[in-house]
């Protein structure tokens, strides 16, 4: 895993422009803690199919990446680091100060499995 490249980003993700993508999206700020705390959100989403139109990645690392579908928009803010490892799928990842991940976005034009 390596610091995103926002150029490299917005490039890779121009590739799935007018493509139907399958996306895996969580989010977690200590929900796995959640029941001896009792403070903390997170989100999961896994295979949502929609047919991306373009995307956008803003800001400054910590980073924010807009897909705009058919349907409407996603978004994730936060995003640190990509995993260059898989040539089919983007692979998004936020991190904290602690090295704890916080957000995943991914896109893939085939079901994650």
Known sequence: ???INKDQLQE?????FNHEIYVHFEMTNGAYAAYRHGKAASGYVRNAKAKMMEGKVTGESPFR?????????LYADG????DQTFNEAILLY???DDGKMQIAL???????E
Do not use: A, N
């Open 1 to 3: 895993m390596i610091e």
């Open 12 to 16: 890779s993700l121009s590739q799935y």
């Open 65 to 73: 990446v807009g897909l705009k579908t058919s349907d409407g928009w």
């Open 79 to 82: 995003l640190t680091h990509i």
């Open 94 to 96: 936020g991190f904290d």
């Open 106 to 112: 991914q896109i893939s034009t085939t079901p994650f």
